[in-house]
């Protein structure tokens, strides 16, 4: 349906119609502008053909990604049955390329990506309006006024298309799960619930491109400019290779909540995040980072990570590997490789430890003694 149509359709729901009768005090004109205003920066555009196209321009980077796909059937089984709200975690930049790839590949159109304001400058703006079919988010946005105009805007956009966001909002820049935001989740509730559903997933890497830029952002607690990074992704792919995993779960039917009740908002927010965090591929890099000791030898890292994952399977986390010595074969080079771990003989030595801790926290959610 076209965008005006969808405005349309927006400024006709019961909650947009009270709002511009001035219920929050405002007159109707200036309640009126408000509401077109946020509805203007919304509205975004696929166009299928050209988004395909672009997997040519990007070639450069998406030839250093392995892609990896689990349980592409319960992806399918969610589309067959109606329109679907995909809801992952959030790690790289690289996710805007890799997850709608990864259901490309399946034959499932991308979904519409929720994605922050600030990725909408420049031509990157354009691409994200006119060819992906990104939506603005203000993430921080307390009016009342925006947030109304976006929880409409989505429930309208999920009676014609899927919706891809990320639960935590933004990327974790010091590497563990985020806690839930439900914003997005609460708009998905106003939907039309009868044909829709939820789909957890998780994407996970070998290797972060901007690990580095992300741990140190993390323990600066200061954001840099983006054109900055980006140009310091630029420099950090020379060299990278990485695998990227993304693991579907099992549809989540939305009829059964109520979207009136907080108490329900709030349970389904924790339920699709303990899957995601189940689904998350706990791999070698991480293993290794999340157990490795100044001056330890790979045979005693090993014996660590085969401890560890002991009691990782009892949760039944998403595991890439059978025992530590696989650990350490396929996660220590890559380390090394990356300049986080120093081979010393048979000893290693962490040459940078904030980006050791970034990896370390991403499988924080599976170690029994920090959840």
Not at 51 to 67: D, G, T
Not at 177 to 185: F, I, R, S, V, Y
Not at 244 to 270: M, W
Request: net charge positive; charged share 25%; hydrophobic share 40%.
């Amino acid at each position: 349906m076209p965008p005006d149509d969808i405005a349309a359709a927006v400024l006709a729901r019961s909650d947009i119609a009270k709002y511009l009768k001035g219920s929050h005090g405002e007159s109707d004109a200036d309640a009126e502008a408000c509401v077109v205003g946020y509805l203007q920066e919304l509205q975004t555009t696929q166009r299928y053909r050209f988004y395909k196209a672009l997997q040519h321009p990007l070639y450069p980077i998406l030839r250093k990604v392995e892609r990896i796909y689990e349980h592409g059937e319960y992806a399918k089984d969610a589309v067959r049955d109606g329109h679907t709200v995909w809801v992952s975690n959030h790690k790289s930049h690289l996710d805007y390329l890799v997850e709608p790839l990864a259901l490309d590949d399946l034959d499932i159109r991308p979904p519409l990506v929720a994605a922050g304001i600030n990725l909408f400058g420049g031509a990157m703006g354009f691409i994200h309006r006119h060819v992906t079919g990104a939506i603005p988010i203000r993430r921080n946005s307390k009016d009342p006024a925006y947030l109304m105009t976006l929880r409409a805007y989505v429930a309208e956009i999920l009676a014609r298309r899927d919706v891809l966001y990320y639960t935590e909002g933004g990327r974790s820049y010091s590497g563990e799960l985020k806690a839930p935001k439900t914003g997005l989740l609460r708009a998905a509730l106003y939907a039309d619930r009868t044909h829709l559903s939820v789909v957890p997933m998780a994407v996970s890497y070998d290797l972060v491109l901007e690990d580095r830029i992300l741990a140190r952002q993390g323990a600066t607690r200061r954001a840099r400019p983006l054109t900055q990074e980006f140009a310091e992704m630029v420099r950090h792919a020379v060299g990278f290779n990485t695998r990227a995993f993304v693991t579907f779960g099992k549809k989540i039917p939305l009829s059964e909540y109520d979207p009136a009740s907080r108490r329900d908002l709030v349970s389904l927010a924790h339920r699709i995040q303990r899957e995601i965090g189940l689904l998350y591929k706990v791999l070698p890099t991480a293993l290794v980072c999340a157990t490795v000791r100044p001056q330890m030898t790979r045979v005693e890292l090993a014996a660590r990570i085969d401890d560890l994952l002991d009691s990782m399977r009892e949760q039944q986390a998403n595991l890439a590997v059978k025992n530590g010595r696989q650990a350490v074969d396929e996660g220590v080079e890559a380390l090394i490789e990356r300049g986080v771990l120093v081979g010393a003989r048979q000893h290693l030595r962490v040459r940078d430890r904030i980006v050791l801790k970034y990896y370390a926290r991403t499988i924080e959610h599976l170690v029994p003694s920090r959840r």
